[in-house]
C-alpha cells in the first residue's frame, strides 16, 4: 500500500485515493475528517501539512456532529469549493491580475460578483465575475468604487473629496475615470447589464 508520503507530487497522488489506506469502520478512532487542503509540501523532510475547513470549529466532536451541524458543514463546504472554482476561472481570464489597477500578484487578488451568488442573475460565471485586488474588491462591495456599463471605474465622490494618506491617493483617487482591464476573450467579458444593475447601486450609494 503507498503512502502519501513516497509520492513524488503530492497534488497529483491526492487525486488518486485508491491508493490510500482504506479508513476501518469497526475502529472507532477512525474518523474522516474534510474537507481538508494541502497548505505545504516539505518535499526535503518528506512531509505535507493539511488545514482542515474552517466549518469544522462548529462542530463540538467530530465524527459525533448532530444533523444541524453536518447539514451546516456541508453547506459551507460546498460554498467553499465553488468559491475557489469562480475565483480559478475568472483570475485565469483576467490573467491573473486586477481589472482596477493591474496588480499582478495572485495572492491578493479575489473574483468578485458582479450580481450576489444569493440574487438572480448572480451565477459563478466569468461574465458575472470581476478579477480585483483585495482593496478594490472591498471598496466596490460598500460601493465606493463603481464600474459603468462602459467598462469605466469610478470612486464615490466623497472619497473624492477626502484627503488622506498615499493608498487613499493612489490606490482610489487617481483609480476614477480608469478604464476598465478586460479579459482577452469577449465572451468573458462582464456582462454590461449586470454592470448596470450594480452600477444603479452606486449611483444610489453616491
Given amino acids: 500500500m503507498k503512502s502519501l508520503h513516497d509520492c513524488p507530487d503530492v497534488a497529483r497522488c491526492l487525486t488518486h485515493l485508491d491508493d490510500l489506506p482504506a479508513l476501518d469502520p469497526s475502529r472507532s478512532s477512525d474518523v474522516p475528517i474534510f474537507p481538508v487542503y494541502v497548505v505545504r509540501d516539505d518535499r526535503v523532510n518528506r ?10 470549529r462548529f462542530l463540538a466532536e467530530p465524527g459525533h456532529d448532530s444533523m444541524m451541524e ?12 465553488h468559491q475557489a472554482r469562480f475565483r480559478g476561472i475568472v483570475l485565469r481570464a483576467y490573467e491573473t491580475r486586477c481589472a482596477v489597477c493591474s496588480l499582478r500578484h495572485g495572492r491578493l487578488l479575489d473574483a468578485a460578483h458582479i450580481i450576489g451568488d444569493r440574487a438572480e442573475g448572480g451565477e459563478p460565471v466569468v461574465p458575472n465575475g470581476l478579477s480585483l485586488c483585495k482593496i478594490h474588491h472591498a471598496a466596490y ?10 467598462y469605466e471605474v469610478r470612486i464615490n465622490p466623497a472619497l473624492l473629496d477626502e484627503t488622506d494618506g498615499p493608498m487613499l491617493r493612489h490606490g ?10 478586460l479579459p482577452v476573450r469577449r465572451g468573458d467579458r462582464p456582462d ?7 452600477w444603479a447601486e452606486f449611483g444610489q450609494a453616491s
Fill in 47 to 56: 512531509r505535507f501539512e493539511l488545514a482542515v475547513d474552517e466549518s469544522l
Fill in 70 to 81: 453536518r447539514r451546516y458543514a456541508e453547506r459551507l463546504a460546498k460554498h467553499r469549493l
Fill in 141 to 150: 462591495d460598500v460601493h465606493l468604487l463603481g464600474i459603468s456599463p462602459d
Fill in 172 to 181: 482610489l483617487q487617481e483609480m476614477h475615470g480608469r478604464p476598465l482591464v
Fill in 192 to 198: 454590461r447589464e449586470r454592470l448596470a444593475t450594480r
